[in-house]
C-alpha cells in the first residue's frame, strides 16, 4: 500500500501516523497487531477506510 | 536507531562496564579475603551497587525523555519486561536459596560474599532478560 502512495517509506509512514518505524515493520511482517486508533491513523494517512488497509484472518 | 533500541544498548554498556569494573577491583585488590577485611574495598563495591541502578535511571530518562518517542508497542515491549524481569530474578534467588541452603546447612551459616554474588548474578539476569524482552 506504501507502494500505491508516492512510494511512501517506512519511516515517512510512521512520521505520519505518529508512530515508530519499528512498528510499521512489525506490522508489515504481521508480527503486530495495531490498535483501533493506531490503524484508523494509518488507513486516514492512505485516505481509505481501515478495512482497505487491515483484514481480519482467523488465527488456527 | 529507534529510543527503545538506544535504551537496550546503552543498559547493556552499563552492565558489561560494571560487571568489567568489579572483576577489576576484584583483582586488583585481591580478591575475595580482601573484601571481607578491607572496608575500603567494599565501599567501592557498594558504591557500584549504588551507581549502577543511578546510571541506569538516568539513561532511560535521558533516551525516553522527549514525548512521542515511543508509541503503543514500544510501551507494551516496556510493560512486558518487568514482569519476565520479576520471574526470571525470583526464580535466580530461589535458585540461590535451595544450593546455599544445601550446600551450607551443615555450618548453619552462609559465607557473606555469597551476598555480593547474588546481587551480581540478580543484576546480570535481570539485564540479560530485559535486552531480551525488548
New interface residues.
Partial sequence: MRFDNGEMTQEELANRA??????II?LEQGK?V??I??AFRIAEVFGVSLEEVFQYKESS | MAPLQKRALYSLIIGVVCAVALIGIFIAKGGVTTFDEDLGFRLVVYALWIGVPLAYLIVVNLTLRKPGQVDERDRLIMERAPRIQFLAVLFSLAAWVIVLTEVFSDQGQVPVIYLTLIMISTLIIGTIVSLSVS
Fill in positions: 505518529g508512530c515508530t518505524r519499528q512498528t512489525a503486530y495495531p490498535s486508533e493506531l
